[in-house]
């Protein structure tokens, strides 16, 4: 699969042990349980669901008084964020902590890595430690999976670069489940910087995979080159059946969910963009746009919100927006990524409803 | 025959097999069963039964039905999934997990585990600490449809549908109606 952005390293690097889906989605066998989750491009439609299924079982439980269970008990789970994050590095930590993991976070700049130790030597520094998850942010695409070939623990890409962010990912599907019921068919409207947002490229992937349709609108500058506004990209570019809409109404008009991206300063600075306050007015998601999607559609951001730029204040805390849901239902997805990938014991899965 | 096995699903090759209890046979141990619960309960209006996933999710309902039959009330009726709280994950597959709800809570109330085979213990240890975290019942009881014997832990049940003496070696499988297309306890060998 082409991707618009750079991933550095092998597509399939860490997850050998996973089948590749068949584009068609219809027979997948996954022989042995996947062991890390770096990108979602390699996971079957029936594992996505069984992922968003536990998850329900996770929610009912992070929402209990007494939230805790012994799932992960005595296991160790690292969160090393060579980034900034509030929501995602709370919700893994929260996630792990409510399993029963113990979980450690490392931060780039309160680590040995502010005293010039490379990423190769902190995860040898880590593994000698017996860890048994490793949650990595990493400005560089591509860290996650170099990190999976020198560990035995298991790797979760909390955002790497520009090139995928799973598990934000997994909780959109999520979200947009618990709401619309099923995913395949619906319009997802996808607003924003689909260059550079590893958000935009993994909601691309994940719902297309999912079998909903997908619509993007942004600034010609925030496309690849090769990409025509006003296309549908084919099978060759790897996101085949991406529309990618004249403007910003075209994209939003009969839309099931609209999902604003965070515009970054750095995009303009890098001459993206003539102005926020013009992206503001040709971009921004308001209340008028809002009005073109269909009765109950969903507005969603992955979060930090850029008020007034990306999305209207009166919009971002309006009926319509679940934007404090999917925080909500971060924590429960990352409880079932981590009990799926970290829970010991090994079950073998196959979708055809037999052994293997 | 099985109408929709999860996938995954361990399925062992029987190479015999005999039938221990009919549908008729289960029906007559159910309402028993439910005699005893209103019994020991003296018929509390507050009784709560929870069933343990799987076949058990689907025996509770039927016991609930059986109490408003005798009774003229329906206790309320849970779901548990008690795989995050297991000691022996290898055993807890990987299946998705499944809902656990138990409406109004257990506060104060008189809780009956409903389950279809009680083996060696280790899943109703684990579903007394998952129900322990959903508040504090006034009493937990267990209710099974078949004992087979083998306990690892020290485990009793309250309500027993029937005793049924096995070896290791020998596979005791409940079919429901609603996953499995019949009614019926069967004892298998396996190879």
Known sequence: ?356 | MPKSRRPGEVQVTIDSERVLLTQDDIRRAITRISHEILEQNRASRDLVLVGLHSRGVHLAPRIADSIERIEGFRPVVGSLDARLWRDDPDVASRQPLLPSDIPNGVDGKPVVIVDDVLYTGRTIRAAMEALLDFGRASRIQLAVLVDRGHRELPIRPDFIGKNIPTAHGERVQVRITEIDGDDAVVLGREN
């Open chain 1, 1 to 356: 699969m082409t991707n618009p952005t750079t991933a550095v390293g092998n597509e399939n690097g860490g997850v050998a042990e996973s089948t590749p889906i068949a584009p068609s989605g219809e027979v997948e066998q996954v022989v042995v349980p996947r062991h890390h989750l770096l990108d979602l491009d390699d996971l079957a439609p029936a594992e996505i669901t069984d992922l968003l299924d536990s998850a329900v079982s996770m929610l009912e439980i992070a929402g209990r008084d007494i939230r805790k269970t012994p799932a992960l008990r005595g296991k160790t789970i690292i969160t090393m964020f060579f980034e900034n994050s509030t929501r995602t590095r709370v919700s893994f930590e929260q996630a792990g902590k409510i399993l029963g993991a113990d979980v450690i976070n490392v931060t780039a700049s309160a680590s040995s890595v502010s005293k010039g130790e490379s990423l190769l030597n902190t995860v040898k520094t880590l593994q000698a430690m017996h860890i048994d998850a490793l949650v990595v942010r990493h400005p560089h695409s591509g860290a996650p999976y170099f990190i999976s070939n020198h560990t035995d623990a298991s790797v979760i890409n909390a955002g790497d670069g520009t090139h995928a962010h799973p598990t934000q990912s997994l909780l959109d599907l999520f979200t947009v489940r618990n709401h619309l019921g099923d995913i395949a068919g619906k319009k997802i409207t996808i607003v924003g910087d689909v260059l550079y947002s590893r958000v935009a490229r993994s909601n691309i992937i994940a719902f297309q995979k999912m079998g909903a349709e997908v619509v993007v609108s942004c600034p010609n500058t925030l496309l690849p080159d090769e990409w025509q506004i006003g296309s549908t990209l084919g099978e060759e570019t790897g996101f085949g059946g991406l529309k990618l809409a004249r403007n910003v109404d075209e994209a939003v008009d009969g839309a099931d969910v609209v999902m604003a991206l965070r515009i970054q300063q750095e995009r303009q600075d890098a001459g993206h963009l003539p102005s926020l306050r013009e992206y503001s007015e040709r971009w921004g998601i308001n209340a008028t746009r809002m009005a073109l999607a269909n009765d109950g559609a969903l507005l969603m951001h992955p979060g930090p919100m850029n008020e007034g730029v990306e999305i209207s204040s009166e919009v971002a805390h309006g009926a319509q927006s679940v934007v404090e849901e999917q925080v909500r239902n971060g924590v429960a997805v990352r409880m079932a990524v981590l009990y799926t990938l970290c829970a010991p014991g090994k079950s073998i899965r196959a979708t055809n409803g037999d052994e293997v």
